[in-house]
Structure formats: structure tokens, C-alpha cells
């Protein structure tokens, strides 16, 4: 039996003692200019500029230098609530290798701490790389978009309750199918960063919207099993989300003369009165474009059964679902609310139980983790997904409001969640093994691996479908040493 060991949530958890334990040796000195500069840059300033979603601009020495200290605090938290950039995943088991990631190098944070420690020192002007092209906040990380579509306005007064409801319809124009490269959403408001409290997602007011796309008279095509037609759900918007992008061989369509439906907006007041509206942003793939797999169905979590005890850490819970078909896990998304604290998903096929990936949560930042496209779990029909989540309703969550009382399952941010919202695409076992094959060449895997993560055949010799004989299981094996073959 091979098995993929979890580290415990309380480790970890003592392990923030040693937030720089483990870092590479720096030689030399640490400037500003020459080496501080371009990890801003990269990492920092698509948020942290004038007109954007950070409180405060990192683009001169000027603007940093204030806030060196936090800087090394809060990129030292590596994976934990707070953490800067916003990117939660556990580097050191599982799965790592994701599309899109901004999260920091221990190479980036070794300089970091260590022009920190020296006195922040600004260096030689001229080492400053050339300025990063900025765009505020109307800056769209996944590329400028072909079709933007807007909700209409809302207002939040400052001393507003939570709201629940729908908005109205928004044709999308189009007047020919066209299938989605990536969708990114974002809350466009009046908000100047100068007053209201700190809340989860203070800057804005829109915490959650969930949408449909369809055409009047027409049946919604996410039960459609047809390649071609099929789309499956769309993603959910929540406060702090990063851009969805749909792999090659599954774009999502948006049909000609459809109509968007913010069918379930949810909203908090941030202490000023906002106006505010969301923002959707498709690309699309070339005309003529046409996929060869479809979204498969994904439920997994629990949102009406999540009791939490008051004053009281690493509170587990556990959901399961069976695969029924070959799949590739193409994103995983975990939603919480307030006293969430971290998540993990794990895979079982027969003796093997894989962690595929732990995240560490922050509710201010709800984050939609891509897996790199050759590195995307591969899993059998049959294999068991589990979800574990861990809350925290203690005084050491900044994000519970209160930690002397009881809370359950519901819809706003002080009741609680427990959902995986990634996306599965459905494989047929034709596409199933050629994906192995491809992965095997592309990496140069061979049968006596000892373990390839998120894929439990790949280190083994499944027989071909067409050539089964009478009587043997599906996907048995003929020789090597991974799950299947026991």
C-alpha cells in the first residue's frame, strides 16, 4: 500500500513560529532598487497601485519603504490567512505546479527579509528595472476582453444588512455561438479607500453572484452531454476571485442571442455608502473553434450541515464523492466563510489515498486554484474524492466577529460553507489513456516510478479497452506496483 501522508493541521499551525526556517542564504546586499523593485513588479503591483484594490501603492521606494516591516510579516506567512500575495497553496506535499500562480519563491522571500533586517536600504536609482505598465483598476489580469458585460448599478448604505436577491438579465449581443477562453469578474464601485471599516473584502460590496447563461425558450445546455454543446456551470463570483481560464480542450459556450442572469447576488455594506455593479470580462477562442471534452459534474462539500462550536480551532469536517467516469480535475475552489481556515483534497483509488492538495483559507481572498495541465489529477472511474475542511472560530481568526457563539450553515459571511467549487472534465476511457500516454512521453514517466500524484495509473500498464478480455475488470493491470495492480 502507498500512502501520500497529510501534515496535521496543528503542526503546521506551530510551524508559523519558524516563518523564515528553511530560507536560501543571501550573499551580498540587498537594495531597493535592484532587487526589491522587481518582485514588486511581478508580484505585488497588479493590486498595489494607485486606483486599485490594495490600500496602498508599492511602486517607488517612496511608497514602500513605510511598510517594509509588513511586507517581510505578512510574505513570511507563506500559505496562511493574510498572507501577501494572496495564494494559500502548501508547498511542501502534494500537488504544486498551477497555472497563474503569483505567490513568492523562498528565494524572493529570503531577499525580502533579509533587505528588511539591513535597514531597508534604497541602492543605486539607476538599478531600478524599467516602470510596469499599470492599469488601475480597470486592469483585466486575463487579457483585455472581447465581450464585457455589466449588471446593472446597486447601492449599499453604509449601515446596510446583508442583502439576498437577483438583478436583472443582461443580453449578451451575441448573434453567433462563441466558445469562452477564460472569463474574469470584477466589482466596479465608487469606493475611495478613505473611510468605511475593516470588514471581509472592505473595498467592496458585492460579496458573492452567482449566474447562469441561456437562451429564452431554450433548455439550459448544463445537462446537455453533448461536447459540443455542453458547458457545464459557470463560475461564481466572489470577493477577491481571480480570472477562470478553460483549458484548450473545453472551452464553455455562450450561444448566440443568450442572455447572463445574476440570479443570486449577495451583498455586505463596507461602512460608506457604495454604488457599485459587476463586470464580466470573456475571451474567446478563435471561430471555428470546437471542444472534444465536456464539464462533468462536481459535488462536493456540505452547505446545510456545518455546526461550529464557539472559542474552538481545527474543527474537521469531511464530504466524499465517487467518480463515474474518468475525469481530469481541472481546478479546485474551496469555499468557506468567515471561520474557515484551510482545506485539502484527497483522492482514493483501492489502498491508495493521495493528498492532492492542502490550501490554507482566507475569506477575504476566495481563490480558484488551476492545476498545471500536465500535472491536473487523472483519476479512474470509481476513484473517491475527499474534502476536508478545518475551522476556527477562535479570537486567532481575525475574520470571526465573535468567537463566543455557536455557528451554522448559511448563506452570509458570519454562517458557514463547505464546498469544493472546481471544475472536472469528463474523459472517455479512449481519451482517459491517451492523456496517461501523452503525460508519460511529455515528462518521460516510466512503470517503475514509484508514485505519480493524481494520476494512480500512470505507473502501470492497463490493458487496452478494445482488447479486454471476457471476465477482467476494468482497468486491471499487468504488472507494476501502483494502485490497480493490487
Request: aromatic share 10%.
Amino acid at each position: 500500500m502507498q500512502q501520500i501522508l497529510r501534515l496535521s493541521f496543528t503542526g503546521l499551525a506551530a510551524s508559523l513560529a519558524m516563518f523564515g526556517a528553511g530560507l536560501p542564504a543571501v550573499d551580498g546586499p540587498v537594495t531597493f532598487s535592484k532587487d526589491i523593485a522587481p518582485i514588486m513588479q511581478q508580484h505585488c503591483q497588479n493590486c498595489h497601485q494607485p486606483d486599485a484594490a490594495a490600500p496602498m501603492s508599492l511602486i517607488t521606494y517612496k511608497d514602500v519603504r513605510p511598510w517594509a516591516k509588513e511586507i517581510k510579516r505578512r510574505t513570511l506567512l507563506r500559505d496562511r490567512q493574510g498572507v501577501m500575495p494572496p495564494w494559500f497553496v502548501e508547498k511542501d506535499f502534494g500537488i504544486t505546479k498551477f497555472k497563474n500562480d503569483p505567490s513568492l519563491s523562498d528565494l524572493d522571500l529570503a531577499k525580502i527579509a533579509k533587505w528588511v533586517d539591513d535597514g531597508a536600504p534604497e541602492g543605486n536609482p539607476a538599478d531600478m528595472p524599467p516602470p510596469k505598465e499599470l492599469g488601475g483598476n480597470s486592469h483585466w489580469t486575463a487579457g483585455e476582453p472581447d465581450l464585457i458585460l455589466k449588471t446593472a448599478w446597486i447601492n449599499v448604505k453604509a449601515s446596510a444588512p446583508d442583502y439576498f436577491g437577483e438583478l436583472p438579465s443582461i443580453p449578451t449581443g451575441l448573434l453567433e455561438d462563441r466558445y469562452v477562453k477564460s472569463v474574469e469578474m470584477r466589482e466596479e464601485n465608487d469606493y475611495d479607500g478613505t473611510s468605511g471599516r475593516q470588514t471581509v473584502g472592505s473595498r467592496y460590496v458585492i460579496h458573492h453572484m452567482i449566474w447562469t447563461v441561456n437562451v429564452p425558450g431554450m433548455p439550459a445546455s448544463a445537462e446537455d452531454f453533448n461536447p459540443d454543446t455542453a458547458s457545464g456551470s459557470w463560475p461564481i463570483h466572489e470577493v477577491g476571485r481571480n480570472a477562470d481560464f478553460f483549458p484548450e480542450d473545453a472551452g464553455k459556450l455562450l450561444r448566440a442571442g443568450s442572455v447572463l442572469n445574476p440570479y443570486s447576488i449577495h451583498t455586505h455594506s463596507n461602512g460608506r455608502d457604495t454604488r457599485a455593479r459587476l463586470l464580466y470580462g470573456f475571451r474567446f477562442y478563435p471561430k471555428g473553434y470546437k471542444p472534444v471534452t465536456r464539464y462533468a459534474p462536481r459535488s462536493l462539500g456540505d452547505g446545510g450541515n456545518v455546526e461550529l462550536a464557539a472559542s474552538t480551532a481545527d474543527q474537521r469536517f469531511d464530504a466524499y464523492q465517487v467518480l463515474e467516469e474518468p475525469t481530469k480535475i481541472k481546478s479546485w475552489e474551496p469555499h468557506m466563510h468567515a471561520a474557515g481556515k484551510r482545506m485539502c483534497l484527497e483522492a482514493i483509488w483501492g489502498h491508495t489515498i493521495e493528498t492532492l492538495s492542502c490550501v490554507g483559507y482566507d475569506h477575504n481572498w476566495v481563490i480558484v486554484y488551476d492545476f498545471d495541465d500536465d500535472y491536473a489529477p487523472l483519476l479512474p472511474k470509481g476513484t473517491i474524492l475527499h474534502l476536508i475542511g478545518y475551522f476556527d472560530t477562535t479570537a486567532a481568526n481575525k475574520n470571526v466577529t465573535d468567537p463566543r457563539n455557536w455557528k451554522g450553515s448559511g448563506n452570509i459571511s458570519i454562517s458557514n460553507m463547505f464546498h469544493d467549487n472546481g471544475e472536472s472534465i469528463a474523459l472517455t476511457e479512449e481519451q482517459f489513456f491517451a492523456e496517461m500516454e501523452r503525460r508519460k512521453q511529455k515528462l518521460h514517466w516510466t512503470d517503475k516510478d514509484d508514485v505519480i500524484l493524481g494520476c494512480p495509473l500512470c505507473n502501470t500498464r492497463p490493458l487496452p479497452v478494445n482488447n479486454e478480455p471476457k471476465n477482467t475488470p476494468r482497468n486491471a493491470t499487468s504488472t507494476g506496483t501502483g494502485a490497480g495492480g493490487q
